[in-house]
């Protein structure tokens, strides 16, 4: 069966702007959380998306946002980019508490 | 809260020596544990987890890790490394935020990079 999709794999923004990330979870898996990497932070929780509904929230600004449709897919959304956003962002698709299947991730650089 | 603690930040080792990578977690409610990898610019790949039952878990490219409820640690090792098992490891929890048990969150350690040396 398909993996988790993350699109695009790379993505070059300068100061100020927006952005917007994608996310295809595994058929049938209705939960999508969201991670953002950074060397000095590590993985950091983003939030989560049940059935189009955001059930979890990490400790971040409101410029971070996110939203999942009928079909499962997310997206996540970063205004007024800051060079500090420069990370990779993962997504995790899953049943439930018991597995976690993620994406190849979203490699953002802030300019 | 859930924490995970990674003792190790760096692990160099020779080939074919063996390997342990450290994991202490904290919980005040029964958690799910998992072991993935990092290759450079890649996500995370499932090395093996623990949910119930034996202890001992198998995993992937000859990787086993143990479940020790007492310490709350979650060791992961493997006997003989090879040059391509050099890459970032990651532990992580998942822990139950509803009595239904249906909600989730995963936390993760800061990682240990394993490298490999000839």
């Known amino acids: 069966k398909a993996g988790v999709t993350q699109t695009p794999r790379y993505l070059i923004k300068t100061r100020g702007q927006q952005v917007t990330l994608s996310c295809s979870p595994i058929?049938?898996?209705?939960?999508v959380s969201w991670y953002q990497q950074t060397p000095g932070q590590g993985l950091q929780f983003l939030f989560e998306?049940?059935?189009?509904?955001?059930?979890n929230k990490g400790n971040f600004p409101g410029r971070f946002s996110g939203r999942q449709f009928s079909n499962s897919r997310s997206e996540m959304n970063v205004s007024t980019l800051e060079l500090g956003d420069s990370a990779l962002y993962l997504c995790?698709?899953?049943?439930?508490?018991?597995?976690?299947?993620f994406g190849s991730g979203t490699r953002l650089t802030v300019v | 809260a859930q924490s995970v603690t990674q003792l190790d930040s760096q692990v160099p080792v020779f080939e074919e020596a063996p390997v342990e990578l450290r994991c202490n977690y904290s919980?005040?409610?029964?958690?799910?544990l998992f072991w993935y990898v990092q290759y450079p610019n890649q996500g995370l790949q499932l090395l093996l987890k623990?949910?119930?039952?034996?202890?001992l878990v198998k995993g992937i490219n000859g990787f086993e890790a143990e479940f020790n409820k007492s310490q709350t640690s979650f060791h992961l090792r493997k006997p003989s490394v090879h040059i391509s098992d050099t890459a970032e490891y990651f532990c992580?929890?998942?822990?139950?935020?509803?009595?239904?048990?249906?909600?989730?969150?995963?936390?993760f350690g800061k990682g240990t990079l394993l490298t490999v040396n000839p």
């Open positions: 058929s049938g898996h209705r939960s």
């Open positions: 992580a929890v998942s822990v139950s935020l509803s009595a239904g048990g249906s909600n989730y969150k995963l936390t």
């Open positions: 998306y049940f059935s189009e509904t955001q059930r």
């Open positions: 995790a698709s899953s049943l439930g508490g018991n597995g976690y299947t």
């Open positions: 623990y949910l119930s039952g034996s202890t």
């Open positions: 919980s005040s409610v029964s958690v799910y």
